[in-house]
């Protein structure tokens, strides 16, 4: 275990060997036992939002069978179980998920795994399953709460889209029929702490990359002078919960962010130029090009914006 190689904090997603590192054993061979502690973990990781995969060298039904029997498959989204090597997998993995090397912790006893995972995915936090009780106890001592797994269950959603979306031949033809439907609210205080979580956490499409101490935050969404909003979006595949917050004041964006789970839909193209454009110092590397005067048609196609 090195504790210096793994920033709690930075957690989105925790990627699970199976074989000696979610379970004693190899399943293939012999009887497997899951540790306690194990169990304990991914179902208080998922309390405080934090969301867990697999990557192992299995059959998939056997591993389906046994994660089943033990009501645990639920506590899964993206699952990868075959027997090709791991990097490229992983590598994969976390891209159908949107999110960034740096939010991810790879979970392997195999030395070789973590050095093809690191070499696959450049900043990936890698580390042995001697980790698992440190891990516990962060997530123990966390003051971070997600007890209905929204969190989870938006990666669900996120799981069946990139399951469906192998049936279209074009991403456009894909988004528009996935019904994409994007709702802008203004009662932030009411949100303020998922609000609050997003700038915190978001990178990729945190256009500003300016990140409030919550009661800055209270004080700028109560200022009558700032126009501010949070973004919430469905589709056919369910909902994602809010994704975006904004802040304007005097046509210039001081907040411009939006979660990762909408990455590819065009939300922060069409919420841009809903606003009509305000001014907009972009700060850092986004992974979002908003230059487009267009709103994404595919996006309230019958117009139930509100």
Known sequence: MNVKLVDFEKIKLVI??????????????????????????????????????????????????????????????????DWNPKGSRVKKLINDMNLRNTNVLFLDDNHLNREEVKYYCPDIMVDTPDVIPYLYEKACSSTKKDENHARLKQYKVLEEKVKDKQNYTSNEEFLFE????????????????????????????????????????????????????????????????????????????????????????????????????????????VISDISSKELPKWINQNDTKS
Not at 31 to 53: A, E, M, R, Y
Not at 182 to 211: A, E, G, P, W, Y
Not at 245 to 271: D, T, W
Request: with cysteine; aromatic share 10%; net charge negative.
């Open 178 to 285: 996935s019904n994409v439907q994007v709702k802008i609210s203004n009662d932030c205080i009411n949100q303020i702490d998922r609000i609050h979580d997003l700038l915190m956490r978001s990178n990729q499409l945190n256009f500003t990359k300016l990140r409030s101490p919550k009661e800055e935050l209270i004080a700028l969404i109560n200022n009558s002078d700032v126009n501010t909003g949070y973004v919430s979006v469905s589709d056919k595949f369910g909902e994602y919960g809010i994704v975006g917050f904004y802040a304007e004041k005097n046509n210039e964006l001081i907040h411009f962010v939006f979660s990762c789970r909408a990455l590819g839909m065009g939300v922060e193209q069409y919420v841009y130029n809903f606003l009509n454009r305000p001014k907009l110092e972009i700060q850092g590397e």
């Open 16 to 81: 699970w060997d199976l074989d000696d590192t979610f379970w004693n054993g190899t399943i293939s061979e012999e009887i497997i036992q899951i540790p306690d502690l194990n169990i304990k973990l991914i179902k208080k990781l998922t309390d405080i939002g934090i969301v867990n995969s697999i990557c192992s060298k299995n059959s998939w039904e056997t591993v389906e069978k046994v994660l089943t029997e033990k009501e645990l498959l639920e506590y899964f989204v993206f699952p990868s179980v």
